[in-house]
């Protein structure tokens, strides 16, 4: 099992770009994938990136591809998502996940397979 604190929401304006991180706790953090999700007002839950335990190949949301980047520290057990050119659309609350199975599984099956959460970061974008 993994508990997961993740950091580093805020408001920005539009085109800016900021950096969330999620510290994990426990000794198998680099056996999970781990991955972002983010849920806006009134939607529901959508996955955004995930990263796999050992190859670190990675997976992301059509919505977000080329615009934000997932890495890993084994070693740090920490997990990021540097985000570039955001935009209104990307107000959420980002929420730090981890599962035993792989990236690209994790985001098919959106949050199925999630068998860890953090609290959760708001993000802020302004127009």
């Known amino acids: 099992q993994v508990q997961l604190v993740e950091s580093g929401g805020g408001l920005v304006q539009a085109g800016d770009s900021l950096r969330l991180s999620c510290a994990a706790s426990g000794r198998t953090f680099s056996s999970y994938a781990m991955g972002w999700f983010r849920q806006a007002p009134g939607k529901e839950r959508e996955f955004v990136a995930a990263?796999?335990?050992?190859?670190?190949?990675?997976f992301y949301a059509d919505s977000v591809k080329g615009r934000f980047t997932i890495s890993r520290d084994n070693a740090e057990n920490t997990v990021n998502l540097q985000m570039f050119s955001l935009k209104p659309e990307d107000t959420a609350v980002y929420y730090c996940?981890?599962?035993?199975?792989?990236?690209?599984?994790?985001?098919?099956?959106?949050?199925?397979?999630?068998?860890?959460w953090g609290q959760g970061t708001q993000v802020t974008v302004s127009s």
């Open positions: 990263i796999s335990s050992r190859t670190s190949s990675t």
């Open positions: 996940a981890a599962s035993p199975a792989s990236a690209q599984e994790m985001g098919v099956s959106k949050s199925k397979l999630v068998t860890n």
